[in-house]
């Protein structure tokens, strides 16, 4: 049986499946509503608006011939929601989710009916319904789409009707149909600043319609922009925001470093809020050269961002910088956002900043950080993309794969221009605004040009610039205020556990060797697990890229680095051999820190048996947050950063590894160490029974000595240091000329064992010809 428009909105309708799908589904009801609005959830309306406005890149620009057909796929239903809803608007209807049907496995929708909005009719009011006379929007029209999800995982339309019984409305009106009506984001933020700057609807409309080009391409009516006006005037965080103020004022009194502010009224806010506790900023001292700005966790009641600043430790974990709840989106409000967390962050800028593309944030990135590299996440970009040409990606199923090579793949500069050209010639893309815009704004999302700027990138190749999900699995788009802190708090607590785990799994398990190399073994000692991990697959891999000299100057060499069998893949290293210096065209080590294999194959073959220390990045080492990077009075903390219980557990945690490490050196200092440690636990527990005035303290005297025999140790120390490195560059050189004959030898071997070889063939077949007769 085929699907049939309901007649009411509490009909429910049973669904025959005519056995394309197993039999394992229920049907469900979907009431329709009185005024004939459609059913998009608040996402899909903005994902819809985005595709059919001004504001998100009219998809009507594209393939005026595009039009739905039976068996035509999509890769998700929202897809086939927003196709069907952009050819809407081309045609000149409105449109609404009808009937579903969920599978009796797993309770997944596996089909879905999209109408027109004027399908069915709407149902008798009856006594208890409003007197008031509304006006008739249902006809019972009978165009639709039907899609279902195919084995394959794909959407398929499976049943199709095009024929309205009602008139369509034309092009310069059908930016005042429903499902066409949205305030975007882009739209929604001028609007805040112009609001902002005390203009009214009437004036911000029109600013709006002068943008767009016309009032058929703003995607909303004045009535719409006046209904978002009044409800961001009234913006707040609801009954939640008392638990938020709560917190804030709990985390003061409970740590001196904690930081917070507020824009406007502390208890009744209507602008934005910004906390980062003493870790948060401490981890910034020690991990703050690059930073991501992730304003994708929205609650949708409040409409309220929160928005984390966060970084990588280095184990290459999440590391959170602050968090901020943006209760108004204008570009003050994040000039403020900004200007705050840097002051919290001791005035210090990073050096790579990563956000959103909005317009909004870049002009606040601009003028907040003007020596900041500021990149856009370019996940969002392609998840952007997937949406401003969802008529080119259904069409071309070839296309995807192609722009994410043009993206990912191309190495060089010209590379990627001849690319992009070529990808719009074979695809008629020429004229589209959108990648137009994208192109324009390359230099700031397209790897090949932001490969000289640090951001923490250990997976290069992969394109890992995805924003940093410091809170995925905690925090999420339905998550609402009441249970905000509650789960903020909880992921806190379990990101400290697993770089807790990952301190001990680095300390306590030995990574396995899988060379000779004195280079492998002082980087074991050197990083952290991962990191060396890492490190490890570039020297491994440096067995198969031989390193060729096309150029010497004497000082300097160019060196053509190339995998065995793939010469058209080579990249160019220059090599200053005095100063053991290198530059690769790959930049792995400049966005990354962590060397890569065409480097370390040249240092192979010029005798650089030890990693240089200018390639040794101390915010992937184990020492990493050994030494504070930022001044702790400037950052606010407290003194000597004792008064927090959580900097008080960073600063214990950090000596104790510090102490396991010299500890462990050799068996004579493991037994003065363990036994230094046992009368520290003693002191310890005296201290927890009986208070502090039972440990023993050194006498005045007694320090003032320490101190100068201390200074007399450090000086001798600096002495013998300076020595052994000496000791160390000659060894260095003696090794290197060592390897040199070893190198002859093996070569004056080979040559004796073929001669050797010759000679006794010669003779074996003397040995065995007959005479000539």
């Given at each position: 049986m085929d699907y049939k428009p309901l007649a009411s909105g509490s009909d429910v309708v049973e669904f025959d499946l005519g056995g394309s799908v197993e039999d394992d589904t229920i049907a469900l009801d979907l009431e329709h509503p009185d005024d004939g609005y459609d059913l998009f959830e608040e996402d899909d309306l903005v994902q819809l608006a985005s595709s059919s406005t001004r504001f998100g890149d009219d998809l009507g620009n594209g393939d005026p011939n595009l039009e739905p057909y039976e068996g035509m796929e999509f890769d998700s239903e929202q897809a086939s929601r927003i196709f069907y809803n952009s050819y809407a608007r081309r045609v000149g209807f409105s449109t609404r989710v009808s009937v579903y049907q969920r599978s009796r496995r797993d309770g997944s929708i596996i089909c879905r009916q999209i109408?027109?909005?004027?399908?069915?009719?709407?149902?008798?009011?009856?006594?208890?319904?409003?007197?008031?006379?509304?006006t008739i929007t249902r006809v019972g029209c009978k165009a639709q789409m039907t899609v279902k999800k195919q084995s394959s995982g794909r959407w398929a339309v499976s049943k199709l009707v095009k024929e309205h019984n009602h008139e369509l409305v034309p092009p310069d009106k059908v930016h005042c149909l429903r499902s066409h009506r949205h305030v975007s984001g882009p739209a929604r933020s001028l609007i805040d600043t112009l609001q902002a700057a005390g203009m009214g609807p009437s004036g911000v409309m029109s600013v709006l319609i002068k943008e767009s080009g016309g009032i058929n391409n703003v995607g909303f009516t004045k009535v719409d922009c006046q209904n978002y006006m009044s409800s961001s005037r009234q913006r707040t965080l609801g009954s939640g925001g008392q638990?938020?103020?709560d917190y804030l004022k709990r985390m003061q009194d409970e740590d001196p470093g904690f930081f917070c502010a507020v824009q406007g009224d502390f208890e009744n806010s209507t602008g934005n809020i910004f906390w980062a506790d003493s870790n948060s900023r401490m981890n910034y001292s020690y991990f703050g050269d690059t930073v991501t700005f992730?304003?994708?966790?929205?609650?949708n009641r409040y409409r309220v961002p929160f928005a984390p600043f966060t970084g990588w430790n280095h184990h290459g974990q999440p590391v959170l910088f602050g968090c901020a709840l943006l209760l108004n989106e204008s570009e003050s409000s994040f000039v403020w956002l900004f200007q705050t967390w840097l002051a919290a962050m001791s005035g210090c800028q990073p050096v790579s900043i990563t956000t959103d593309q909005d317009r909004i944030i870049r002009a606040a990135v601009v003028q907040v950080f003007p020596g900041t590299r500021h990149r856009f996440c370019k996940w969002n970009v392609f998840r952007e993309a997937q949406e401003r040409l969802s008529h080119i990606y259904q069409s071309h199923p070839t296309f995807e794969a192609e722009f994410l090579r043009c993206i990912n793949v191309t190495e060089t500069i010209d590379e990627f221009e001849i690319c992009w050209e070529s990808l719009l010639k074979m695809y008629d893309l020429d004229s589209n605004e959108w990648l137009q815009s994208m192109y324009h704004a390359r230099q700031q999302w397209v790897p090949v040009f932001l490969r000289d700027t640090f951001f923490g990138e250990m997976f290069v190749t992969q394109g890992s610039d995805n924003i940093n999900s410091y809170f995925d699995g905690y925090i999420n788009a339905s998550t609402n205020i009441q249970v905000l802190i509650k789960q903020y708090e909880k992921a806190i607590a379990t990101r400290h556990e697993k770089e807790v785990k990952a301190d001990y799994d680095t300390l306590n398990i030995s990574p396995i060797l899988r060379t000779p190399s004195p280079m492998e073994k002082q980087a074991a000692k050197l990083y952290t697990r991962i990191i060396f991990m890492k490190f490890q697959e570039e020297l491994v891999e440096t067995l198969a890229y031989p390193a060729t000299v096309v150029d010497d100057t004497g000082s300097e060499t160019m060196f053509r680095v190339a995998k065995f069998g793939e010469d058209h893949k080579g990249h160019f290293v220059k090599f200053n051999v005095f100063e053991k210096k290198a530059s690769c065209s790959c930049q792995m080590f400049e966005i990354s820190g962590i060397i890569?294999?065409?480097?370390?194959?040249?240092?192979?073959?010029?005798?650089?048996?030890t990693l240089p220390s200018h390639y040794i990045l101390k915010r992937w080492t184990r020492n990493a947050k050994s030494g504070v990077l930022l001044d702790e009075h400037a950052l606010g903390l407290p003194n000597d950063s004792h008064d927090s219980s959580a900097a008080r557990y960073d600063n214990l945690r950090r000596e104790a590894i510090k102490y396991v490490e010299e500890g462990a050196e050799s068996e004579c200092v493991y037994n003065v160490a363990m036994d230094a440690l046992r009368e520290a636990a003693n002191k310890v527990a005296a201290a927890k029974k009986h208070g502090p005035g039972v440990v023993q303290h050194t006498p005045k005297n007694c320090s003032q000595q320490l101190v100068s025999c201390t200074v007399d140790q450090d000086k001798k120390i600096e002495e013998l240091a300076a020595e052994l490195e000496i000791a160390i560059q000659r060894c260095e050189a003696y090794q290197a000329k060592l390897l040199t004959i070893l190198k002859d030898m093996e070569e004056q071997?080979?040559?004796l064992s073929v001669n050797v070889r010759n000679v006794r063939l010669n003779l074996k077949m003397s040995n065995h010809s007959t005479p000539f007769m």
């Open positions: 109408v027109c909005s004027r399908e069915g009719f709407r149902r008798d009011g009856g006594e208890n319904r409003s007197k008031r006379q509304r638990l938020v103020f992730d304003t994708t966790y929205r609650t890569c294999r065409h480097i370390l194959a040249v240092f192979r073959v010029t005798n650089v048996l071997k080979l040559k």
